[in-house]
């Protein structure tokens, strides 16, 4: 009699583990939420150290139309917040498990702007952070911020291809 009942024990564990091993929602990407926060909007205020920022939003989409990357730029000509702005949002991507990767540089597509970013990591997900020069020879040009987080396998329609060359 105590063997049967240890035995119904076990069974009824095992099949309690199964099913909350099995029942695990899939974890949200940050292009996701960013998405969800940002989809209807095409610009934002943004309050930090006491400035106020003008930011554009993009969202990039692949050929299902998902999103694949939310983009935040805007000028900052003078603001002595961004940095610490940057730095800020860098260290939230670190606490979140990314790890920095590279610098680098990008465009805001369909604009004559570029940054110079840092790159952060985790799995496919990537968050860029950074802010253009400004150039003494093209005063309209001006001092921009740039953010990006997206998903480069979502980017690629979720599929990835083995190139050849």
């Not at 020069?133 to 480069?152: A, I, K, Q, R, S």
Request: charged share 25%; with cysteine.
């Amino acid at each position: 009699m105590k063997r049967l009942l240890c035995l119904f024990a076990v069974m009824l564990l095992s099949c309690a583990a199964y099913t909350q091993t099995t029942n695990k929602p899939t974890p949200q990407l940050d292009v996701d939420k960013l998405y969800k926060k940002y989809k209807d909007r095409d610009s934002i205020k943004l309050y930090f150290a006491g400035e106020e920022l003008y930011a554009k939003i993009k969202v990039e989409y692949n050929a299902k139309g998902r999103p694949s990357a939310v983009i935040m730029y805007g000028p900052c000509f003078g603001s002595s917040a961004i940095d610490g702005l940057i730095k800020s949002l860098q260290s939230q991507k670190e606490k979140a498990g990314y790890h920095y990767v590279t610098s680098g540089s990008c465009s805001v597509p369909g604009e004559l702007i570029f940054a110079s970013v840092s790159v952060y990591q985790k799995g496919t997900q990537y968050a860029r952070y950074g802010k253009s020069l400004y150039d003494m020879n093209n005063p309209l040009n001006g001092e921009w911020f740039y953010f990006e987080v997206g998903d480069t396998k979502r980017k690629g329609n979720d599929k990835t291809e083995k190139f050849e060359f």
